[in-house]
């Protein structure tokens, strides 16, 4: 409409130009371009040159009303197609910082799922095939133990593929807690896979819930992928093939007996499902054909000259015997691409980041956030989340030759007081938390904006610290904080740096997980604080700073006359900053005086607001105290030093 409404002013300039009147028409027209809102300045082609077409119009065009209207119709069209290359030029720009999406799954790293009922040894056959016996999936002898879908990467004839642990699946929902969603949890990881493992229990023997399974997924789930029968707890030679037997009525095919606590039968499990997988092409073209490709192969490298090969013709094996021709450099370079696939794949960088926090703080509420979906389950019972879960997120590099930057977050179980912790399952979901924020690049420490800063709150934090991770204080549920007005956050954001000084360097962000308030922002702080988990800073720079602090505050002394002395420093790693500081005494250096110098470098650098800072005060050597000292022999000792070149100076 505007500039609808600035054609109509020319227009009517236009019949003061047919009355001769050309300087007053110049003077109206820049005052109908300001009444536009159009500045006489507004580009190098647009007013200025719009206006001295319209005066030129008249000595060569009879009909300046329909010039005119045709000038309209020209702007129109150049107006438009500047939107139009402005919106690409936005659009292109936008595409140099893809946005962050659910990870495509790699189709060359099938998944194949692992279901049955409850406590017949899902986990623990997971764990044997995986070699994740040691800080796998939690293994009890009680049922329910599992109840989110947990992956785990695995490796067998040199193909990768990946495990998903499951739940144990209850039709009737009266029998277990959270039967619905384990249920729902497992079918997702049905419906993704390329292959299903059904885990029965052999000492046991078929039941009414194995026939069940064994009945749904025949009809429902084997016509697309394969389905194989694992009997489980089968450690006997002798009985384990009659308990294997009496599972053939439920109609899945040959029954392998295996022992996943022992490892027996899984390679033959395993190479079977790679084979059924590569007969129903329910995953990529050739998985499971690496090691079969590679014996063909040196077979075919260990025939001599006479016996024919089976890409070569009958022509090209007759003149073979004669050396005419190429079978052989053929042959070579077939085994060399078998040799080639068991390459390992480059693959994305990836950040881990750890969601911690006590119990029933909205862990998997973030989660389920984040990822778009219903990764893990959510109840308002505290211990809900049992064992580790993993949920990758992808950001698209900037080209197309670029990797993509993947984000695991890892949801962890509660972790209550350690007094509390009884030997059990939870003892192991607290070891497995402990153990998911020392392989992570970022904590996520959880806090509960409506209940404060508890002491389990603070000795989380400090184990973050400790471990040198970077972290974020991400205070949940700030929906639910009442009679909110302006100073509330600036008093909230004192509240929590009072409360936990162990980690007052991390950035704090309020959110809310069930309305998704403000999530979308721990990507960006999470880039932040990665960058200042991997800075590095110049010598130089570092001993400048040093030598401002040691100014400011010179190091302690003690009563005796003892006194620090300190040298110079240097930064020696990343992830965190390790910075060494060399002087004569480090036990002449107390605690207040290296949080002084910590706080004087974050005032001084810029970058180091995430992460913490590891320092180590190195003494000088005893062989360096030594040689100083018996350079002119011991205080009246008459001189009786040793050292080169005068040992007996004055």
Not at 118 to 143: F, M, W
Not at 412 to 436: D, H, Q, S, W, Y
Not at 564 to 578: D, E, F, L, M
Request: hydrophobic share 40%.
């Amino acid at each position: 409409m505007r500039y609808r409404w600035m054609v109509l002013c020319m227009t009517s300039a236009w019949m003061m130009i047919l009355s001769d009147k050309r300087s007053s028409v110049t003077t109206q027209i820049d005052a109908f371009m300001i009444s536009c809102g159009t500045s006489s300045k507004w580009s190098a082609t647009g007013t200025r040159s719009t206006k001295s077409a319209i005066l030129q119009m008249k000595d060569t065009h009879e009909n300046p009303i329909l010039d005119v209207m045709n000038l309209d119709v020209q702007m129109t069209v150049n107006i438009d197609k500047n939107v139009m290359e402005s919106q690409e030029k936005d659009d292109t720009s936008s595409t140099e910082q893809r946005p962050i999406r659910r990870r495509k799954r790699n189709k060359k790293v099938p998944l194949i799922a692992v279901v049955g009922r409850p406590n017949v040894g899902k986990s623990a056959l997971v764990n044997r095939i995986a070699g994740t016996q040691s800080g796998g999936a939690i293994v009890a002898d009680e049922s329910g133990i599992t109840r989110d879908r947990t992956y785990r990467n695995a490796e067998f004839l040199g193909e990768t593929f990946q495990l998903v642990d499951t739940g144990g699946l209850v039709f009737d929902d009266n029998d277990a807690l959270f039967a619905k969603e384990i249920r729902e949890q497992a079918m997702i990881a049905i419906e993704e896979s390329a292959g299903v493992i059904l885990v029965v229990d052999g000492q046991i023997g078929p039941t009414q819930m194995d026939d069940d399974l064994a009945t749904f997924l025949r009809k429902e789930i084997s016509k697309d992928i394969p389905v194989h029968l694992a009997v489980n707890k089968c450690e006997s030679e002798k009985t384990g093939a009659f308990a294997a037997s009496q599972f053939w009525s439920m109609g899945l095919g040959e029954p392998f007996p295996v022992s996943a606590l022992h490892g027996v039968g899984t390679a033959e499990l395993l190479e079977t499902m790679f084979q059924s997988i590569d007969d129903k092409k329910s995953a990529i073209s050739g998985f499971g054909t690496k090691a079969q490709k590679l014996k063909e192969a040196k077979e075919t490298l260990k025939l001599d000259k006479h016996q024919k090969l089976d890409f070569e013709s009958d022509a090209d094996a007759f003149l073979r015997k004669y050396g005419i021709g190429s079978a052989e450099e053929t042959a070579i370079e077939k085994y060399n691409e078998a040799l080639k696939a068991f390459d390992d794949m480059e693959m994305p960088e990836e950040i881990s980041i750890a969601i911690v926090g006590r119990p029933n703080v909205g862990k998997s509420s973030l989660l389920n956030t984040l990822f778009g979906t219903q990764r893990a389950i959510v109840s308002d019972i505290a211990g809900t989340t049992r064992d580790s879960i993993d949920a990758v997120m992808e950001r698209p590099g900037q080209h197309k030759d670029d990797l993509s930057t993947i984000y695991r977050f890892i949801d962890t179980a509660g972790i209550r007081r350690k007094g509390k912790v009884e030997f059990g399952p939870e003892f192991f979901m607290v070891n497995r938390a402990l153990r998911a924020i020392r392989r992570s690049d970022v904590a996520l420490l959880v806090l509960d904006a409506t209940a404060g800063v508890t002491e389990q709150d603070r000795v989380l934090a400090q184990k973050i610290s400790d471990d040198g991770r970077a972290c974020v204080l991400v205070c949940n549920k700030w929906d639910a904080v009442i009679d909110k007005d302006s100073n509330t956050y600036d008093k909230s954001v004192k509240y929590f740096r009072m409360e936990l000084p162990q980690v007052r360097w991390a950035p704090i962000l309020f959110v809310s997980a069930a309305t998704g308030q403000r999530c979308n922002k721990i990507y960006s702080i999470v880039d932040k604080a990665l960058t200042a988990h991997r800075k590095r800073i110049s010598t130089a720079i570092l001993n400048e700073v040093l030598r401002d602090a040691i100014l400011w505050q010179p190091p302690p002394s003690k009563r005796s006359g003892a006194q620090a002395k300190i040298y110079y420093c240097n930064q020696v790693s990343t992830r965190p900053p390790t910075i060494v500081v060399f002087c004569n005494d480090p036990s002449l250096i107390n605690d207040n005086y290296r949080r002084y110098l910590d706080r004087k470098f974050r005032e001084s650098l810029d970058g180091f607001e995430a992460t913490p800072i590891r320092w180590i005060f190195r003494g000088r050597r005893a062989r360096d105290i030594a040689r100083e000292r018996n350079m002119n022999g011991d205080p009246g000792a008459g001189g009786t030093g040793t050292s080169f070149p005068f040992p007996y100076a004055d």
